[in-house]
């Protein structure tokens, strides 16, 4: 069975610290993928890595950065956090192959910064 | 205008109801249209994929393409308390994958 799994379920962090979530995958997946979630906007991109230490921007990388040091891993990091980045963080992995489709999510990291 | 539009909902229905969720999107580039349920507290799950206009059943479920209109929908017929869920509708071509917001669907006993 395939697994997506994100190191934490709730998050609560202050103004300006750093915050790293990780995500961790276990089917050989080359794409990994980090999403936002917020009511009314759906799922919107952040980064995305085609494979190890390979990354690209999506359409929302501002505040965020990203490290894929390990096929299986695929960390966010939130260099300075701030209030607007309170939401719902989905991770998600692919396998690199033109015509796949579906993308396997883990269960979300809901991240409240104060 | 937004890439892919979705009925916002909420969607309130009784159980045996047949419920039609819609999006409408703009590329004509995409490829694969897809539907995800997303359960509270949980990630999405891929429901039904299509790649051509048509439809496609599965159990319960047709999923519909019209390319020519860029419409699609998702069907479910018999609805049952268990498919209350958030449902988005996805789609791509090649790397990118664009989702829609989400229709919140709450089937009442």
């Known amino acids: 069975d395939v697994k997506v799994t994100q190191s934490s379920r709730y998050l609560v962090k202050r103004t300006g610290e750093k915050v790293f979530l990780e995500c961790v995958q276990d089917m050989d997946h080359e794409n990994m993928f980090w999403y936002r979630q917020d009511p009314g906007l759906g799922l919107r991109l952040i980064y995305f890595?085609?494979?190890?230490?390979?990354?690209e921007k999506g359409d929302i990388p501002e505040g965020y950065s990203v490290s894929r040091e390990k096929k299986e891993r695929f960390s966010l990091i939130l260099e300075s956090a701030s209030t607007n980045q309170t939401s719902m963080y989905l991770c998600a992995s692919r396998i690199r192959d033109r015509v796949s489709y579906e993308q396997f999510f883990g269960p979300g990291t809901r991240l409240t910064v104060l | 205008q937004k890439e892919v539009e979705q009925d916002p909902g909420p969607l309130s229905v009784p159980e045996g109801a047949i419920v039609s969720l819609n999006c409408t999107y703009s590329?004509?580039?995409?490829?694969?249209f897809m539907w995800y349920r997303q359960y509270s507290r949980k990630g999405p799950e891929l429901l039904m994929y299509?790649?051509?206009?048509g439809n496609k059943e599965d159990g319960r479920f047709t999923a519909q393409v019209d390319k020519s209109s860029k419409y699609i929908s998702l069907f479910i017929r018999d609805s049952q308390p268990s498919d209350s869920a958030t449902y988005l509708c996805a789609m791509n071509y090649g790397q990118n994958f664009v989702f829609g917001p989400g229709t919140r669907l709450s089937v009442l006993p």
């Open positions: 890595s085609y494979d190890v230490k390979m990354k």
């Open positions: 590329n004509s580039a995409f490829q694969y």
């Open positions: 299509t790649y051509s206009s």
